[in-house]
C-alpha cells in the first residue's frame, strides 16, 4: 500500500515511447522535449548525433556508421508538474524485436512522421508492432517548415497504411515557406509561426482566436483564411470524433502538426499529450492487475545491455518499475530464481556518468547491474510479494546463420561473448541437434543483426567470425514428446537444439512445416519459445 507522496508521485508519471522511420525527427523532438524540463535523469545512451553528449561505448559505433539507432534509452524530464519518461527505440526495421520489448515498458507511443513524405516503411512495421499492445499513440506530424503533402492526403496516409481513425487536434497553415502557423480546433485559434525563433524554447508564439477575422487576415492572409475554412469544414463534416477512450484504447490517434528543428508545436504537443495520456497503468501478474499505486514495488526486466561502457564491461538489466515506490535501502526478490537481495547500484544513467539513485517511482526506468541472474521479462517485487508478470515473448527468428571462429584459440571467449549477446536478446542462438558448442547456428529477426553480432564480438571480446548463411526461414519448437530420432521430415528439415536442449525444427517453406506435421502423429509443434 502506497503512502500519500508515493500516490502524488505516481500520480505525475507518464511514459512514453517515441517511434519513427529514420530521419522523421525523432532525435530533434526528444532534444527539443528537453529544453522544456531539462533533462533530470537519462538511463541508456544517447545518440549523439545532434547532441553533445555523445555514448561512450564502443559498440555504438556501428550505429554512427550506419546512422541508425541500434539501441534504446530511456530520458526523464519535468513539464508542467509531470514527470515524463520518454524511451527511444531503434528506428530499423531490423531491430523491431527491441522496439516489441520496448513498447512493453511503455504506457503510449508517439509516433513521428515526415510530412513531406507520409507514411514510410519502417514507421509501418515499428506501429504493427505497437498495436499489437493496444497502447494509445500519439501523431507528430514534422517538418512542417518545409514543402509538405497535402494534410487529408497524410490523413488518408496514415488510416490506409497503419489501419488507425486520425483526429487532428491541430490542422497546418500551408508548409515550406508559407507555412504559416496551426489552427487549434478545440480552443478555435491559430497559433502563428515564426521563423525567427531559432529552435530555442524563448521563442514566442502569437496566439489568435479565430473569431478575430481582421487579425487572422492580417497575420496569415487571405488565401490561407480561405482554404483553412474550407478545410475546417470539410474537416468538421467527414473527419472522426475526438474520443478519449477510443484513444486510450489505441483505435484512434490524435494528430499534431510542427517542425521540430524550429521548435514549433512541440509545447502544444506536450500539453495536449499530457491531458490524454494515461497514468502507469496496471500490468497483469497471473489473473490479477497490479495496481500501480495501491502495491507495493515491483518491476519487470524489458531489456538487457552488456558492455554499454567500455570502461565498465559490465551487464545492465533495464527494468520498468510497475507499482509502488522502490527504495535503494530495501531488499527486493527476484522472482524467477527467488533469490532475495538489494539491487546493485541502482542507477539512471547520465551519457557518460552514472547517477546512483535511492528512489523511483511507478512509470520509470531504472538500470541495475546485472550479476548474470536477469533474463529479459523477469520480475522483481519485494519479498512478501509474490509479483510475476507475463513474459515478453521472443520473434521467431527469420533468418539463420552458422557462425564459424576465424581463430579456433579463442573459443573462450567467442563462446562467452556469443552467449552474453543471445542473452541480452538480440540474436538467438542453437545447436545442432546431435552435438555441442562446437556449431552453433544464430537466428535474427532482422539481418542487420548479423552485423552487429560480427561487430561486437570483434570489438569487445575480440573474436572474428565468419556468418555462413542458411536457407531456413521457419523455426519451430517441438511442444510435444515427440522423439526426435525417428522423426521424419522433409528433406530440407534440419533438427536442432535450443541452449536449454529444447529440440527445434527449421524449414526452407511453410509446406515442408505442414508435411512434418502430417507425417508425425502427435507432433505439436510452436512458433514462439516459451519462457
Ligand atoms: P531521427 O533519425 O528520426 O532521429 O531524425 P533526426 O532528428 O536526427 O532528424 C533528421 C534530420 O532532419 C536532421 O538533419 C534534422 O535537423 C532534420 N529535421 C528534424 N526536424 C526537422 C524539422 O522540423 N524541419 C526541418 N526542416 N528539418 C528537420
Known sequence: MSDKKTA??????????????????????????LLYGGVINQAGSVKGKATAKHAVSDWMEI??????????????????????????????????????????????????????KGVEAQTKKLF?????????????????????????????????????????????????KNFKGIYERKENRIVTFSGTEKGTKEGEENFIDFNNESAVLDQIGEDAYEKLQEEMELLDGAGAQFDLDAVRAGQLTPVFFGSALQNFGVEIFLHNFLQMATLPTGRVSGDEVIDPVEHDFSA???????????????????????????DADKEIKHVQSGRTFRLSQPQQLMADERKILSEAYAGDIIGVFDPGIF????????????????????????????????????????????????QEGAIQIFQEFNTGLEEIIVGVVGILQFDVLKFRLKNEYNVDIILENLPYEYIRWVDSDTDMS???????????????????????????????????????LSEFRKN
Open 8 to 33: 502524488a508521485e505516481i500520480a505525475k508519471r507518464r511514459t512514453f515511447a517515441i517511434i519513427s522511420h529514420p530521419d522523421a525527427g525523432k532525435t530533434t523532438l526528444t532534444e527539443k522535449f
Open 63 to 116: 550505429e554512427k556508421q550506419r546512422g541508425i539507432s541500434v539501441t534504446s534509452s530511456a530520458l526523464q524530464f519535468n513539464f508542467e508538474d509531470h514527470c515524463i519518461n520518454i524511451l527511444d527505440t531503434p528506428g530499423h526495421q531490423d531491430f523491431s524485436e527491441d522496439t516489441y520489448r520496448t513498447l512493453m515498458a511503455a504506457d503510449s507511443a508517439v509516433m513521428v512522421i515526415d510530412a513531406s
Open 128 to 176: 504493427k508492432v505497437c498495436t499489437m499492445r493496444h497502447i494509445p499513440i500519439f501523431t507528430f506530424i514534422n517538418k512542417l517548415d518545409r514543402d509538405a503533402k497535402d494534410t487529408f492526403d497524410l490523413m488518408q496516409d496514415i488510416e490506409d497504411n497503419l489501419g488507425i481513425e486520425t483526429c487532428p487536434v491541430n490542422w497546418p497553415i500551408g508548409s515550406g
Open 300 to 326: 519487470f526486466v524489458f531489456k538487457i545491455q552488456a558492455n554499454m561502457d567500455a570502461r565498465h564491461r559490465d551487464r545492465i538489466a533495464f527494468m520498468r518499475i510497475c507499482s509502488g515506490r522502490y
Open 375 to 422: 533474463s529479459i521479462g523477469d520480475t522483481v517485487c519485494m519479498p512478501k510479494d509474490n509479483v510475476k508478470y507475463e513474459g515478453i515473448p521472443t520473434f521467431a527468428p527469420e533468418h539463420f546463420a552458422r557462425v564459424r571462429q576465424v581463430d579456433t584459440m579463442k573459443r573462450k571467449q567467442f563462446v562467452k561473448g556469443i552467449q552474453q549477446i543471445a
Open 486 to 524: 525417428s522423426l521424419v521430415g522433409t528433406s530440407d528439415m534440419k533438427k536442432i537444439k535450443d541452449m536449454n536442449d529444447r529440440p527445434l525444427l527449421l524449414f526452407i517453406n511453410e509446406w515442408s512445416v505442414d508435411m512434418t506435421v502430417k507425417r508425425n502423429e502427435g507432433l505439436v
